[in-house]
T-cell receptor, first 114, second 111 residues
């Protein structure tokens, strides 16, 4: 049982390049989330997927797109990377519904945009 | 939406108790959480409290909730060097688990 896995662990992009961050969970969770973590700002929600087939914007969605590929996988895409998107990105999952009180986090992807 | 505020740094001696404080703005927060982040790692849920509770104890951890003042605290008894980490307070106002995090409190435990 691997929990929540994320790839890659590290990435350096040039401004304007695109990339997709991958996230998968093996806990049969319904809800999945993407956060970014910036120094001194805690984690901010980018997008979430309450259940397979649905996605919704969080607090800071601009410049990102997501795909809930199936129940296990939730990817985050940067179409045209900008230096302001330099951050650590965390994926999380939870059972969903009234049992959403415990979120399980992946190890993070450290992204630098030059 | 919810705003969550925490002090940024706490230094504590090994063996002493640590108290990390958090204030939140949304009185309809249903769940309040404490997460721990060790260097280079993701967040790990330490404990949580429902808004209809005043206190929760879990081994060395005690969570106190003052709903009137919208104040949450985490006490760690007998603090150890392994407790050195960043601690995040977070609140949720709906059942979809959308969390609003504080900026985190860096706890440094000195021998």
């Amino acid at each position: 049982n691997a929990g929540v896995t994320q790839t890659p662990k590290f990435q350096v992009l040039k401004t304007g390049q695109s990339m997709t961050l991958q996230c998968a969970q093996d806990m049969n969770h319904n809800s999945m989330y993407w956060y970014r973590q910036d120094p001194g700002m805690g984690l901010r929600l980018i997008y979430y997927s309450a259940s397979e087939g649905t996605t919704d914007k969080g607090e800071v969605p601009n410049g990102y797109n997501v795909s809930r590929l199936n129940k296990r996988e939730f990817s985050l895409r940067l179409e045209s990377a900008a230096p302001s998107q330099t951050s650590v990105y965390f994926c999380a999952s939870t059972v969903g519904g009234s049992n959403s009180y415990e979120q399980y986090f992946g190890p993070g992807t450290r992204l630098t945009v030059t | 939406g919810e705003d969550v505020e925490q002090s940024l740094f706490l230094s504590v001696r090994e063996g002493d108790s640590s108290v990390i404080n958090c204030t939140y703005t949304d009185s309809s927060s249903t769940y309040l959480y404490w997460y721990k982040q060790e260097p280079g790692a993701g967040l790990q849920l330490l404990t949580y409290i429902f808004s209809n509770m005043d206190m929760k104890q879990d081994q060395r951890l005690t969570v106190l909730l003052n709903k009137k003042d919208k104040h949450l605290s985490l006490r760690i008894a007998d603090t150890q060097t392994g407790d050195s980490a960043i601690y995040f307070c977070a609140g949720a106002t709906d059942s979809w688990g959308k969390l609003q995090f504080g900026a985190g409190t860096q706890v440094v435990v000195t021998p």
